[in-house]
């Protein structure tokens, strides 16, 4: 397993319940904070993008939430084999691709990236496997009108 350093401005969110109770609170905000508070948090926090960003209420569990911070902790350099079924292509392929292109691109982005422009690798066994990555991501970034409120400068229509 990585290591679960986290650098991330929510590391002190820990639990389950406290992604619920920011994101309550977060909804009452004007909608000029929202945006500008959930454009840093998914830029920053892989597992706030995953589950409200990205809308996966299937990832409520703390062993997700465990699993996302030490990914972000250290994203790179690991083999990483987990299980059938432990949302390791769900976090690292799907959310981690998305997080970086949010992160490098757009007004504010991160400053680790540098003006880099990152570069993805989707591979598995079988290429209809790969392209099917692909297409989930292609396709979040076309139909996900709640990234597009909060990304324009990123993502457009």
Partial sequence: MRS???STPAAFLTEIQAYKRLWISLRSLPLREIRLHCRNLCRT???FLLRYGLRRSD????????????????P?????L???????STIITYAKTIQDILASHGEHHLEEWDGREPTFGIFSCTRPI???FLR?????????TLLKSWFP????D
């Fill in 4 to 6: 679960a350093k986290s």
């Fill in 45 to 47: 926090d892989l597992y």
């Fill in 59 to 74: 990832v409520e569990r703390q062993w997700i939430l465990d699993r996302c911070r030490e990914v972000q902790a250290s």
């Fill in 76 to 80: 790179n350099g690991h083999l990483d």
């Fill in 82 to 88: 987990w299980a059938r079924e432990h949302y390791k």
């Fill in 130 to 132: 790969a392209k099917g």
């Fill in 136 to 144: 989930q991501i292609k396709g979040e970034f076309e139909r996900n």
């Fill in 153 to 156: 400068d990123v993502i457009w």
